[in-house]
Structure formats: C-alpha cells, structure tokens
C-alpha cells in the first residue's frame, strides 16, 4: 500500500475531466506533508509511465488516468484525464 493510494482512489472516483488542488488538500488526504521537492521541482510532479516509474505518487494519479499540471507559485496542482 502506498501513501498515495487515497489521492489515487480519490482520482479515480472523480468522473470531471479535471480536478485541482492544492498542496494542502493533497496533505490532508494522504495525512501527511508532501516532500520539499514537491514544492521546489516540477520534476516531482512529472507524470512516468505507472508500469516503470519507481514514484509511488506519479503512479497514483497516472494509474488514475491523470496527468499532473502542477503551479508550485499557487501551491496547487490540476489533475487532468488522459484516458
């Protein structure tokens, strides 16, 4: 189980082709702080295909269907539905 799985099952459960967040909506769902490097790389928020990544929160939304546009200014990130 990874820590990120509510903001997956949360992404899943979404039927709008597009959801956006904040850092801090993230937080409270998966319970605790997301890494520093969330806030400082787009990196972070790069969206790796769910077969190969190694990043447990890539393949959350991207499993969900989703690619991340992240807005590290806002501290926000829209999820949008890629399949």
Do not use: C
């Not at 998966?30 to 077969?51: F, H, M, Q, T, V």
């Not at 990043?55 to 269907?65: F, I």
């Amino acid at each position: 189980m990874s820590m990120y799985d509510p903001l997956r099952d949360k992404l899943i459960a979404n039927a709008s082709a597009s959801i956006k967040m904040s850092f801090a909506e993230i937080e409270a769902l998966i319970g605790r702080s997301l890494p520093n490097s969330a806030y400082d790389y787009d990196a972070w928020w790069a969206n790796e295909d769910p077969a190969t990544t190694n990043h447990s929160h890539s393949r959350a939304w991207t499993v969900a269907g989703y690619a991340a546009e992240p807005n590290r200014t806002q501290r926000t990130v829209t999820f949008r539905r890629t399949s």
